[in-house]
Structures are given as C-alpha cells and as structure tokens.
C-alpha cells in the first residue's frame, strides 16, 4: 500500500496508490480521534470549528494505521 501526502496553504491532502482520499483544511481543524469497532472496522474521526466533522472507516488495520502515522507527521510541530 502506497500512501502519499501533500500539505499546501492551510490544506493537507492524503493519497493511497495515488489517488486523493481525503483532503482536510487545516485552519478549521480542530482535531481528530481514532479507534477500533469489533475486529476489523477502524475509524478516523475530524473536527471542524463549526461543528463539522468527517468520519473515515477502513477494514484494513494498516491502512488506518498507515493514515495516523501520516496525520502524526503532518499535523504536529
């Protein structure tokens, strides 16, 4: 599995096998939270100022794993 990402202004793009899956602003974000639902359903979890949110689910534990060390990466200083 090949993950990418990309940070612009205020924006961070993250692409598996090349293509876009999920683009986040980064001025509105807040934050993020993850966990696991039974044996095989992983969740990410976005807030928004506003009280946006957005909600990925993998049923692949690297990939959701792949995606948090990306977050890690990219959104802390």
Do not use: P, R
């Amino acid at each position: 599995m090949n993950l990418t990402s990309k940070i612009g202004y205020e924006q961070l793009n993250i692409y598996l096998e090349g293509v876009i899956h999920l683009q986040l602003k980064l001025i509105d974000l807040i934050g993020f939270q993850s966990w696991i639902h039974g044996k095989e359903e992983y969740f990410i979890e976005y807030y928004f100022s506003g009280g946006a949110k957005i909600t990925t689910a993998y049923g692949d534990k690297e990939k959701w794993i792949m995606v948090l060390k990306c977050l890690d990466e990219n959104l802390t200083t």
